[in-house]
Protein backbone atom coordinates (compact mmCIF):
# COMPACT_ATOMS: atom_id res chain seq x y z
CA UNK A 1 0.00 0.00 0.00
CA UNK A 2 2.51 2.33 1.08
CA UNK A 3 5.51 1.20 -1.18
CA UNK A 4 5.90 4.63 -3.20
CA UNK A 5 7.30 5.80 -0.17
CA UNK A 6 10.41 3.82 -1.53
CA UNK A 7 13.16 6.40 -2.42
CA UNK A 8 11.85 9.16 -0.44
CA UNK A 9 13.58 10.79 2.39
CA UNK A 10 10.33 11.55 4.31
CA UNK A 11 11.46 11.52 7.71
CA UNK A 12 14.29 14.04 6.29
CA UNK A 13 11.60 16.05 4.96
CA UNK A 14 9.58 16.25 8.37
CA UNK A 15 12.94 16.33 10.30
CA UNK A 16 13.78 19.86 8.10
CA UNK A 17 10.19 21.04 9.13
CA UNK A 18 11.05 20.49 12.73
CA UNK A 19 14.42 22.25 12.25
CA UNK A 20 12.35 25.10 10.82
CA UNK A 21 9.97 25.27 13.68
CA UNK A 22 12.15 25.27 16.38
CA UNK A 23 14.99 27.60 15.44
CA UNK A 24 12.33 29.98 14.69
CA UNK A 25 10.33 29.82 17.70
CA UNK A 26 13.42 30.20 19.65
CA UNK A 27 14.67 33.41 17.58
CA UNK A 28 10.62 34.74 17.76
CA UNK A 29 10.59 34.57 21.06
CA UNK A 30 13.26 36.17 21.93
CA UNK A 31 12.70 39.51 19.43
CA UNK A 32 8.95 38.73 20.06
CA UNK A 33 9.79 39.70 23.85
CA UNK A 34 12.29 42.70 23.40
CA UNK A 35 9.45 44.02 21.06
CA UNK A 36 6.62 43.91 23.71
CA UNK A 37 8.97 44.94 26.21
CA UNK A 38 9.27 47.93 24.04
CA UNK A 39 5.33 48.41 22.92
CA UNK A 40 4.72 48.42 26.94
CA UNK A 41 7.41 50.12 28.13
CA UNK A 42 7.56 54.05 29.19
CA UNK A 43 9.88 55.17 26.42
CA UNK A 44 7.30 56.82 23.72
CA UNK A 45 9.96 56.25 21.17
CA UNK A 46 10.55 52.71 21.43
CA UNK A 47 7.21 52.34 21.97
CA UNK A 48 6.06 53.80 18.42
CA UNK A 49 8.92 51.77 16.91
CA UNK A 50 7.85 48.40 18.58
CA UNK A 51 3.94 49.80 17.04
CA UNK A 52 4.79 50.46 13.74
CA UNK A 53 6.71 47.18 13.54
CA UNK A 54 4.46 44.91 14.57
CA UNK A 55 1.91 46.60 12.18
CA UNK A 56 3.48 46.40 9.06
CA UNK A 57 4.86 42.95 9.53
CA UNK A 58 1.41 41.45 10.33
CA UNK A 59 0.16 42.93 7.50
CA UNK A 60 2.97 41.46 5.09
CA UNK A 61 2.04 37.86 3.60
CA UNK A 62 5.26 35.84 5.33
CA UNK A 63 5.74 34.62 1.61
CA UNK A 64 6.44 37.95 0.41
CA UNK A 65 8.71 38.54 3.75
CA UNK A 66 10.05 34.72 3.08
CA UNK A 67 10.47 35.20 -0.84
CA UNK A 68 12.69 38.53 -0.21
CA UNK A 69 15.11 37.46 2.22
CA UNK A 70 16.33 34.89 -0.66
CA UNK A 71 15.67 37.35 -3.71
CA UNK A 72 16.09 40.65 -2.54
CA UNK A 73 18.47 40.26 0.20
CA UNK A 74 20.62 37.51 -0.53
CA UNK A 75 20.64 38.07 -4.78
CA UNK A 76 20.40 41.72 -5.01
CA UNK A 77 22.19 42.66 -1.77
CA UNK A 78 24.68 39.60 -1.05
CA UNK A 79 23.54 38.94 2.43
CA UNK A 80 24.53 35.23 2.86
CA UNK A 81 24.51 34.63 6.73
CA UNK A 82 27.67 33.32 6.81
CA UNK A 83 26.92 30.02 4.78
CA UNK A 84 28.60 28.79 1.76
CA UNK A 85 26.26 26.41 0.77
CA UNK A 86 22.91 26.79 -1.10
CA UNK A 87 20.75 25.16 0.92
CA UNK A 88 22.60 26.35 4.03
CA UNK A 89 22.24 30.22 2.89
CA UNK A 90 18.13 29.29 2.19
CA UNK A 91 17.58 27.55 5.43
CA UNK A 92 19.04 30.25 7.77
CA UNK A 93 17.18 32.77 5.11
CA UNK A 94 14.05 31.28 5.70
CA UNK A 95 14.49 30.78 9.60
CA UNK A 96 15.35 34.71 9.26
CA UNK A 97 12.02 35.18 7.50
CA UNK A 98 9.72 33.22 9.94
CA UNK A 99 11.52 34.98 12.91
CA UNK A 100 10.75 38.35 11.65
CA UNK A 101 7.37 37.77 10.88
CA UNK A 102 6.54 35.09 13.76
CA UNK A 103 7.87 37.33 16.01
CA UNK A 104 4.88 40.34 15.64
CA UNK A 105 2.13 37.40 16.34
CA UNK A 106 4.88 36.62 19.68
CA UNK A 107 5.00 40.22 20.49
CA UNK A 108 0.83 40.67 20.37
CA UNK A 109 0.21 37.36 22.43
CA UNK A 110 3.17 38.91 24.94
CA UNK A 111 1.39 42.10 25.29
CA UNK A 112 -2.06 40.66 25.68
CA UNK A 113 -0.84 38.87 28.74
CA UNK A 114 0.13 41.85 30.19
CA UNK A 115 -2.86 43.79 29.31
CA UNK A 116 -4.75 40.99 31.21
CA UNK A 117 -3.68 41.84 34.52
CA UNK A 118 -6.15 44.06 36.17
CA UNK A 119 -4.29 47.58 36.86
CA UNK A 120 -5.29 47.17 40.58
CA UNK A 121 -3.16 44.49 41.12
CA UNK A 122 -0.09 46.90 40.56
CA UNK A 123 -1.55 49.72 42.28
CA UNK A 124 -2.04 47.23 45.33
CA UNK A 125 1.15 45.99 44.94
CA UNK A 126 2.73 49.95 45.17
CA UNK A 127 0.04 50.53 48.20
CA UNK A 128 1.83 47.76 50.11
CA UNK A 129 5.51 49.57 49.65
CA UNK A 130 6.86 47.06 46.99
CA UNK A 131 9.44 48.77 44.44
CA UNK A 132 9.27 48.45 40.77
CA UNK A 133 11.27 45.59 40.15
CA UNK A 134 9.25 43.18 42.94
CA UNK A 135 5.94 44.56 41.66
CA UNK A 136 7.32 43.63 38.10
CA UNK A 137 8.86 40.11 39.34
CA UNK A 138 6.36 38.83 41.84
CA UNK A 139 2.91 40.57 40.85
CA UNK A 140 2.45 41.38 37.03
CA UNK A 141 4.83 38.93 35.41
CA UNK A 142 4.04 36.00 37.05
CA UNK A 143 0.23 36.83 36.09
CA UNK A 144 0.75 37.59 32.48
CA UNK A 145 3.32 34.30 31.51
CA UNK A 146 0.43 32.13 32.83
CA UNK A 147 -2.30 34.25 30.35
CA UNK A 148 0.19 34.03 27.78
CA UNK A 149 0.55 29.97 27.40
CA UNK A 150 -2.32 29.50 25.08
CA UNK A 151 -2.49 32.48 22.84
CA UNK A 152 1.39 31.48 22.10
CA UNK A 153 0.52 28.08 21.90
CA UNK A 154 -1.72 29.49 18.87
CA UNK A 155 1.11 31.04 16.80
CA UNK A 156 3.25 27.85 17.40
CA UNK A 157 1.08 25.99 15.41
CA UNK A 158 0.87 28.50 12.88
CA UNK A 159 4.30 28.64 13.10
CA UNK A 160 4.42 25.31 12.31
CA UNK A 161 1.93 25.60 9.13
CA UNK A 162 3.52 28.02 7.78
CA UNK A 163 7.36 26.82 7.83
CA UNK A 164 6.09 25.29 4.40
CA UNK A 165 6.36 28.60 3.32
CA UNK A 166 9.62 28.16 2.70
CA UNK A 167 9.14 26.06 -0.21
CA UNK A 168 8.79 28.68 -1.86
CA UNK A 169 12.83 29.49 -1.59
CA UNK A 170 13.77 26.08 -2.21
CA UNK A 171 14.13 24.78 1.43
CA UNK A 172 13.92 20.97 1.20
CA UNK A 173 11.04 20.18 3.72
CA UNK A 174 7.68 18.63 3.43
CA UNK A 175 5.84 20.75 1.17
CA UNK A 176 8.56 20.60 -1.21
CA UNK A 177 8.52 17.01 -0.65
CA UNK A 178 4.72 16.34 -1.03
CA UNK A 179 4.68 18.68 -4.71
CA UNK A 180 7.77 16.44 -5.89
CA UNK A 181 6.29 13.11 -5.16
CA UNK A 182 3.00 14.33 -6.17
CA UNK A 183 4.35 14.61 -9.57
CA UNK A 184 6.48 11.49 -9.93
CA UNK A 185 3.72 9.17 -8.77
CA UNK A 186 0.84 8.18 -8.85
CA UNK A 187 -0.69 8.21 -5.61
CA UNK A 188 -1.86 11.43 -5.17
CA UNK A 189 -4.65 10.56 -2.52
CA UNK A 190 -2.25 8.30 -0.56
CA UNK A 191 0.36 10.70 -0.64
CA UNK A 192 -1.88 13.66 0.73
CA UNK A 193 -2.70 11.25 3.25
CA UNK A 194 0.77 10.35 4.36
CA UNK A 195 1.54 14.40 4.57
CA UNK A 196 -1.57 15.28 6.08
CA UNK A 197 -0.95 12.63 8.82
CA UNK A 198 2.39 14.06 9.31
CA UNK A 199 1.22 17.54 9.86
CA UNK A 200 -1.31 16.41 12.20
CA UNK A 201 1.25 14.70 14.01
CA UNK A 202 3.39 17.86 14.73
CA UNK A 203 0.44 20.11 15.40
CA UNK A 204 -2.25 18.28 17.40
CA UNK A 205 -0.13 17.07 19.92
CA UNK A 206 1.44 20.44 20.47
CA UNK A 207 -2.32 22.05 20.48
CA UNK A 208 -3.65 19.24 22.92
CA UNK A 209 -0.72 19.01 25.53
CA UNK A 210 0.00 23.03 25.69
CA UNK A 211 -4.06 23.68 25.48
CA UNK A 212 -4.35 21.73 28.49
CA UNK A 213 -1.10 23.18 30.35
CA UNK A 214 -2.72 26.95 29.30
CA UNK A 215 -6.33 25.67 30.83
CA UNK A 216 -4.40 24.62 34.07
CA UNK A 217 -2.18 27.64 35.05
CA UNK A 218 -4.31 30.40 33.42
CA UNK A 219 -5.25 32.62 36.33
CA UNK A 220 -9.16 32.66 37.26
CA UNK A 221 -10.60 35.99 36.98
CA UNK B 1 -0.10 57.50 31.62
CA UNK B 2 -0.39 54.85 34.06
CA UNK B 3 -0.50 50.89 33.09
CA UNK B 4 0.18 47.82 35.50
CA UNK B 5 4.28 47.93 34.90
CA UNK B 6 4.94 51.81 35.90
CA UNK B 7 3.65 54.49 37.53
CA UNK B 8 3.36 57.82 36.22
CA UNK B 9 7.00 59.20 35.98
CA UNK B 10 8.99 61.83 38.15
CA UNK B 11 11.49 64.19 36.90
CA UNK B 12 14.12 61.28 37.28
CA UNK B 13 12.49 59.16 35.38
CA UNK B 14 11.71 61.46 32.87
CA UNK B 15 15.30 62.29 32.39
CA UNK B 16 16.28 58.59 32.15
CA UNK B 17 13.51 57.90 29.55
CA UNK B 18 14.91 60.76 27.27
CA UNK B 19 18.56 58.83 27.43
CA UNK B 20 16.86 55.84 26.64
CA UNK B 21 14.86 57.76 23.45
CA UNK B 22 18.55 59.52 22.23
CA UNK B 23 20.44 55.81 22.41
CA UNK B 24 17.51 54.53 20.55
CA UNK B 25 17.76 56.46 18.30
CA UNK B 26 21.13 56.79 17.61
CA UNK B 27 21.17 52.48 16.95
CA UNK B 28 18.11 53.39 14.82
CA UNK B 29 19.82 55.83 12.90
CA UNK B 30 22.79 53.42 12.41
CA UNK B 31 20.77 50.82 11.19
CA UNK B 32 19.09 52.89 8.89
CA UNK B 33 22.53 54.77 7.25
CA UNK B 34 23.86 50.59 7.47
CA UNK B 35 20.66 49.74 4.95
CA UNK B 36 20.80 52.97 2.85
CA UNK B 37 24.51 52.49 2.20
CA UNK B 38 24.00 48.58 1.34
CA UNK B 39 21.06 49.50 -1.21
CA UNK B 40 22.99 52.19 -2.74
CA UNK B 41 26.61 50.29 -3.09
CA UNK B 42 23.95 47.62 -5.17
CA UNK B 43 22.63 50.91 -6.94
CA UNK B 44 19.21 50.10 -6.04
CA UNK B 45 18.21 53.52 -5.02
CA UNK B 46 18.42 54.94 -8.78
CA UNK B 47 15.95 56.46 -10.04
CA UNK B 48 15.25 54.27 -12.80
CA UNK B 49 14.66 51.54 -10.77
CA UNK B 50 11.93 53.61 -8.86
CA UNK B 51 10.43 55.42 -11.85
CA UNK B 52 8.06 53.17 -13.35
CA UNK B 53 6.13 52.93 -10.21
CA UNK B 54 6.21 56.57 -10.13
CA UNK B 55 4.75 57.25 -14.02
CA UNK B 56 2.16 54.26 -13.68
CA UNK B 57 3.22 52.40 -16.42
CA UNK B 58 4.41 49.41 -14.09
CA UNK B 59 1.13 49.65 -12.27
CA UNK B 60 -1.14 49.14 -15.62
CA UNK B 61 1.08 46.15 -17.34
CA UNK B 62 2.26 44.17 -13.44
CA UNK B 63 0.43 45.52 -10.24
CA UNK B 64 -3.20 45.77 -10.97
CA UNK B 65 -3.85 42.81 -13.11
CA UNK B 66 -2.17 40.89 -9.87
CA UNK B 67 -4.06 42.76 -7.40
CA UNK B 68 -7.10 42.00 -9.05
CA UNK B 69 -6.85 38.14 -9.14
CA UNK B 70 -5.71 38.57 -5.36
CA UNK B 71 -9.16 40.25 -4.35
CA UNK B 72 -10.39 37.84 -6.57
CA UNK B 73 -9.08 34.60 -5.28
CA UNK B 74 -9.71 36.13 -1.61
CA UNK B 75 -13.16 37.15 -2.33
CA UNK B 76 -14.43 33.94 -3.55
CA UNK B 77 -12.77 32.51 -0.62
CA UNK B 78 -14.61 34.28 1.80
CA UNK B 79 -17.74 34.17 -0.01
CA UNK B 80 -17.78 30.28 -0.21
CA UNK B 81 -16.14 29.45 2.95
CA UNK B 82 -18.28 31.44 5.50
CA UNK B 83 -21.60 29.77 4.79
CA UNK B 84 -19.62 26.72 4.58
CA UNK B 85 -18.59 27.47 7.95
CA UNK B 86 -21.65 28.67 9.60
CA UNK B 87 -23.20 25.60 8.78
CA UNK B 88 -20.11 23.35 10.66
CA UNK B 89 -19.91 25.71 13.03
CA UNK B 90 -23.45 25.11 13.64
CA UNK B 91 -23.23 21.24 13.12
CA UNK B 92 -20.15 21.20 16.26
CA UNK B 93 -23.22 22.51 18.52
CA UNK B 94 -25.84 20.36 17.14
CA UNK B 95 -27.66 18.18 19.85
CA UNK B 96 -26.83 14.55 17.71
CA UNK B 97 -23.59 13.04 18.60
CA UNK B 98 -23.80 11.66 15.18
CA UNK B 99 -23.52 15.56 13.47
CA UNK B 100 -21.58 16.85 16.31
CA UNK B 101 -18.61 14.31 16.37
CA UNK B 102 -18.19 14.26 11.87
CA UNK B 103 -18.35 18.14 11.98
CA UNK B 104 -15.74 18.09 14.65
CA UNK B 105 -13.21 15.78 13.09
CA UNK B 106 -13.60 17.41 10.06
CA UNK B 107 -13.14 21.02 11.09
CA UNK B 108 -10.37 19.85 13.65
CA UNK B 109 -8.37 18.14 10.26
CA UNK B 110 -8.63 20.81 7.96
CA UNK B 111 -7.37 23.09 11.08
CA UNK B 112 -4.38 20.99 11.65
CA UNK B 113 -3.27 21.05 8.23
CA UNK B 114 -1.03 23.89 5.94
CA UNK B 115 -3.06 25.85 3.68
CA UNK B 116 -0.19 25.29 0.98
CA UNK B 117 -0.72 21.41 1.66
CA UNK B 118 -4.32 21.69 0.87
CA UNK B 119 -3.49 23.87 -2.36
CA UNK B 120 -0.89 21.51 -3.72
CA UNK B 121 -3.28 18.48 -3.25
CA UNK B 122 -6.06 20.61 -4.84
CA UNK B 123 -3.95 21.46 -7.79
CA UNK B 124 -3.32 17.42 -8.42
CA UNK B 125 -6.70 16.82 -7.96
CA UNK B 126 -7.97 18.94 -10.33
CA UNK B 127 -5.70 17.93 -13.14
CA UNK B 128 -6.10 14.68 -12.25
CA UNK B 129 -10.48 14.27 -11.94
CA UNK B 130 -11.28 17.16 -13.91
CA UNK B 131 -10.59 19.40 -16.82
CA UNK B 132 -9.91 22.52 -15.97
CA UNK B 133 -7.81 23.88 -18.43
CA UNK B 134 -4.15 24.41 -16.86
CA UNK B 135 -4.34 28.28 -17.01
CA UNK B 136 -7.35 28.05 -14.88
CA UNK B 137 -5.81 25.46 -12.20
CA UNK B 138 -3.83 27.75 -9.96
CA UNK B 139 -6.70 30.19 -9.57
CA UNK B 140 -9.41 27.21 -8.38
CA UNK B 141 -6.49 25.70 -6.53
CA UNK B 142 -5.63 28.31 -4.26
CA UNK B 143 -9.61 29.25 -3.87
CA UNK B 144 -9.85 25.72 -2.95
CA UNK B 145 -7.06 25.66 -0.37
CA UNK B 146 -8.27 29.04 1.20
CA UNK B 147 -12.35 27.65 1.21
CA UNK B 148 -11.28 24.27 2.66
CA UNK B 149 -8.85 25.71 5.46
CA UNK B 150 -10.96 28.90 6.22
CA UNK B 151 -13.83 26.89 6.35
CA UNK B 152 -12.70 25.32 9.38
CA UNK B 153 -11.28 29.03 10.91
CA UNK B 154 -14.68 30.61 10.39
CA UNK B 155 -16.54 27.29 11.96
CA UNK B 156 -14.50 27.97 14.97
CA UNK B 157 -15.33 31.69 14.90
CA UNK B 158 -19.06 30.64 14.29
CA UNK B 159 -18.53 28.63 17.29
CA UNK B 160 -17.19 30.70 19.58
CA UNK B 161 -19.49 33.90 18.68
CA UNK B 162 -22.60 31.57 19.92
CA UNK B 163 -21.23 30.35 22.80
CA UNK B 164 -20.30 33.89 23.80
CA UNK B 165 -23.71 34.71 24.22
CA UNK B 166 -25.49 34.62 27.31
CA UNK B 167 -26.35 31.13 28.46
CA UNK B 168 -30.31 33.23 29.21
CA UNK B 169 -30.51 34.16 25.79
CA UNK B 170 -31.54 30.40 24.69
CA UNK B 171 -32.79 29.89 27.78
CA UNK B 172 -35.44 32.37 27.48
CA UNK B 173 -35.90 31.18 24.19
CA UNK B 174 -36.91 27.73 25.16
CA UNK B 175 -38.73 29.11 27.78
CA UNK B 176 -41.66 31.01 25.36
CA UNK B 177 -41.71 27.92 23.74
CA UNK B 178 -39.56 28.40 20.51
CA UNK B 179 -38.30 25.12 18.94
CA UNK B 180 -34.46 24.57 19.06
CA UNK B 181 -33.83 25.55 15.37
CA UNK B 182 -35.96 28.96 16.16
CA UNK B 183 -33.71 29.45 19.06
CA UNK B 184 -30.65 29.23 16.60
CA UNK B 185 -32.59 31.43 13.78
CA UNK B 186 -34.14 34.34 14.92
CA UNK B 187 -32.35 34.53 18.97
CA UNK B 188 -28.72 33.19 18.66
CA UNK B 189 -27.39 33.61 15.16
CA UNK B 190 -28.63 37.34 14.68
CA UNK B 191 -26.46 37.80 17.91
CA UNK B 192 -23.77 36.05 17.23
CA UNK B 193 -23.29 37.56 13.99
CA UNK B 194 -22.75 41.00 15.45
CA UNK B 195 -20.32 39.22 17.84
CA UNK B 196 -18.30 37.52 15.27
CA UNK B 197 -18.16 40.32 12.65
CA UNK B 198 -15.11 41.52 13.48
CA UNK B 199 -13.12 38.50 13.53
CA UNK B 200 -14.62 37.94 10.53
CA UNK B 201 -13.19 40.92 8.63
CA UNK B 202 -9.59 39.83 10.70
CA UNK B 203 -9.87 36.65 8.55
CA UNK B 204 -10.61 38.43 5.35
CA UNK B 205 -6.83 39.69 6.43
CA UNK B 206 -5.30 35.81 6.80
CA UNK B 207 -7.08 34.84 3.06
CA UNK B 208 -5.32 38.00 1.48
CA UNK B 209 -2.14 36.94 2.52
CA UNK B 210 -2.36 33.02 2.14
CA UNK B 211 -2.96 33.90 -1.51
CA UNK B 212 0.66 34.69 -2.06
CA UNK B 213 1.26 31.44 -1.15
CA UNK B 214 -0.51 30.42 -4.27
CA UNK B 215 1.81 33.23 -6.43
CA UNK B 216 4.58 32.07 -5.25
CA UNK B 217 4.43 28.41 -5.41
CA UNK B 218 1.55 27.55 -7.72
CA UNK B 219 2.75 30.10 -10.31
CA UNK B 220 -0.76 31.93 -9.64
CA UNK B 221 -0.40 35.49 -11.35
CA UNK B 222 -1.51 37.42 -8.27
CA UNK B 223 0.34 40.33 -7.07
CA UNK B 224 3.44 38.90 -5.33
CA UNK B 225 3.49 36.58 -8.63
CA UNK B 226 4.37 40.07 -10.44
CA UNK B 227 7.59 40.69 -8.62
CA UNK B 228 9.55 38.58 -11.07
CA UNK B 229 8.66 39.41 -14.72
CA UNK B 230 8.13 43.42 -13.31
CA UNK B 231 12.06 43.47 -11.91
CA UNK B 232 12.91 41.16 -14.73
CA UNK B 233 11.44 44.04 -17.29
CA UNK B 234 12.58 47.49 -15.32
CA UNK B 235 16.09 46.43 -14.88
CA UNK B 236 16.90 44.01 -11.87
CA UNK B 237 14.92 46.36 -9.95
CA UNK B 238 14.29 43.53 -6.90
CA UNK B 239 14.25 46.01 -4.02
CA UNK B 240 11.85 48.52 -5.26
CA UNK B 241 8.91 46.17 -6.61
CA UNK B 242 8.94 44.04 -3.85
CA UNK B 243 8.67 47.45 -1.77
CA UNK B 244 5.71 48.42 -3.41
CA UNK B 245 4.20 45.42 -3.29
CA UNK B 246 4.59 44.75 0.42
CA UNK B 247 3.06 48.52 0.76
CA UNK B 248 0.31 47.57 -1.31
CA UNK B 249 -0.63 44.22 1.25
CA UNK B 250 0.13 46.83 4.08
CA UNK B 251 -2.35 49.62 2.79
CA UNK B 252 -5.15 46.57 2.02
CA UNK B 253 -4.83 44.53 5.21
CA UNK B 254 -4.25 47.64 7.41
CA UNK B 255 -7.31 49.32 5.63
CA UNK B 256 -9.10 45.68 6.98
CA UNK B 257 -7.62 45.51 9.66
CA UNK B 258 -8.47 49.25 10.90
CA UNK B 259 -11.74 48.86 9.55
CA UNK B 260 -12.74 45.12 12.06
CA UNK B 261 -11.58 47.36 14.90
CA UNK B 262 -13.44 50.34 14.17
CA UNK B 263 -16.80 47.66 13.83
CA UNK B 264 -15.66 46.51 17.20
CA UNK B 265 -15.76 49.55 19.31
CA UNK B 266 -18.83 50.58 17.17
CA UNK B 267 -20.58 46.68 18.26
CA UNK B 268 -19.14 47.09 21.57
CA UNK B 269 -21.17 50.34 22.38
CA UNK B 270 -24.33 49.26 20.29
CA UNK B 271 -27.66 48.81 21.31
CA UNK B 272 -28.20 46.24 18.97
CA UNK B 273 -26.62 43.65 20.53
CA UNK B 274 -25.73 42.30 24.48
CA UNK B 275 -22.30 44.21 23.88
CA UNK B 276 -20.23 40.87 23.68
CA UNK B 277 -17.78 41.09 20.96
CA UNK B 278 -15.99 38.53 20.08
CA UNK B 279 -12.04 39.15 20.25
CA UNK B 280 -10.59 38.94 16.57
CA UNK B 281 -8.13 36.40 17.74
CA UNK B 282 -10.60 34.54 19.94
CA UNK B 283 -9.89 31.35 17.38
CA UNK B 284 -6.42 29.89 17.88
CA UNK B 285 -4.18 28.43 15.41
CA UNK B 286 -4.53 30.60 12.65
CA UNK B 287 -2.03 32.70 10.07
CA UNK B 288 -2.62 35.87 11.41
CA UNK B 289 -3.99 36.07 14.94
CA UNK B 290 -1.25 35.45 17.33
CA UNK B 291 -3.09 37.41 20.01
CA UNK B 292 -6.13 36.10 22.36
CA UNK B 293 -6.72 32.59 22.43
CA UNK B 294 -10.24 31.63 23.91
CA UNK B 295 -10.49 28.41 22.40
CA UNK B 296 -7.60 25.93 22.58
CA UNK B 297 -7.01 23.51 19.91
Redesign the interface.
Known sequence: MFDFLQGYDLLGAFWMTVKLTVLSAVGSLIWGTVLAAMRVGPVPLMRGFGTAYVNIVRNIPLTVIILFTSLGLNQTLGVSLGADKFETVNFRLAVLGLIAYTSAFVCEALRSGINTVPVGQAEAARAIGLNFTQVLTLIVLPQAFRSVVGPLTNVLIALTKNTTVAAAIGVAEAATLMKSMIENEAQLIAISAVFAFGFMCLTLPTGLLLGWVGKKVAVKR | ???????A?GPR?KRR?IL??AL??VA?AALLWWVIT??ND?D?LAWEKWKPFVHGEAWSTYLWPGLLNTLKAAALAMVIALPLGAVFGIARLSDHAWIRIPAAAIV??FR??????LM??AV??YS?YTNISSDDRPLYAVFTGLVLYNSSVLAEIVRAGILSLPKGQSEAAMAVGLRKNQVMRFILLPQAVTAMLPAIVSQL?VI??????G???LTFPEL?AS?GPM?AYYG?N??AS?TV??LI??A???SL?SFASWLEGRLRRGKKSTGAVLAP?AV??????????GI??
Request: aromatic share 12%.
Open positions: MTSVLYDQANYSFLFSLKQEFAIPVLVIFAAEVVKDTAIGAILVSATIFVAYILNFTAGGTESTGAGGSI
